[in-house]
């Protein structure tokens, strides 16, 4: 996503862009800071609202879940092995447990991201083990994947 629209490549032909993003009701949810598909479906974190939502990708509607947390959202990543969603409040630095039903976000320990960067803004799937894994841009240019280390307090 970009800004309030969802802008797709394609392969074999020029990209595509829906939105502005927003609710049935007309409201524009213009700040997404992340978008991840879990199951088919595509979740959104809004880190302006603090809000996370269900997208349909070729409408642009945005369906809100559970009230605006206390957390600014940003880096989404589904862990698939347990179906767990997870998020970042960079600001914070601290790793979120998102509930996908109700919006909750809960902390994963405490400060377990303190040296977050507001440079980085992704957050996956490691490739070696299948944990949680954060991109941090290299003086060069590119990315590498780092394993994203909680910190004190954080449960396994």
């Known amino acids: 996503g970009t800004e309030d629209m969802l802008v797709?490549?394609?392969?074999?032909?020029?990209?595509?862009a829906t939105?502005?993003?927003?609710?049935?009701?007309?409201?524009?949810?213009?700040?997404p800071g992340d978008l991840v598909v879990v199951r088919g479906r595509v979740f959104g974190a809004d880190s302006g609202k603090r809000r996370l939502f269900e997208l349909d990708p070729e409408t642009g509607l945005v369906t809100p879940i559970g009230p605006?947390?206390?957390?600014?959202?940003?880096?989404?990543?589904?862990?698939?092995?347990?179906?767990?969603?997870?998020?970042?409040?960079?600001?914070?630095?601290?790793?979120?447990?998102?509930?996908?039903?109700?919006?909750?976000?809960?902390?994963?320990?405490?400060?377990?991201?303190?040296?977050w960067s507001l440079r980085r803004r992704a957050l996956g799937r490691g490739p070696e083990d299948g944990g949680l894994a954060r991109d941090r841009p290299e003086r060069r240019g590119g990315a590498r994947r780092r394993p994203a280390r909680p910190g004190p307090g954080a449960r396994r």
Request: charged letters at 25%; aromatic letters at 8%.
């Open 8 to 16: 797709r490549f394609h392969s074999n032909r020029r990209p595509t």
């Open 19 to 31: 939105g502005p993003l927003r609710e049935a009701s007309g409201v524009v949810w213009d700040w």
């Open 68 to 115: 605006a947390t206390d957390w600014s959202l940003f880096a989404l990543a589904h862990d698939r092995m347990h179906d767990r969603l997870f998020g970042v409040d960079p600001g914070k630095g601290q790793l979120l447990s998102l509930d996908r039903t109700n919006g909750v976000a809960r902390p994963v320990g405490t400060a377990t991201l303190a040296r």
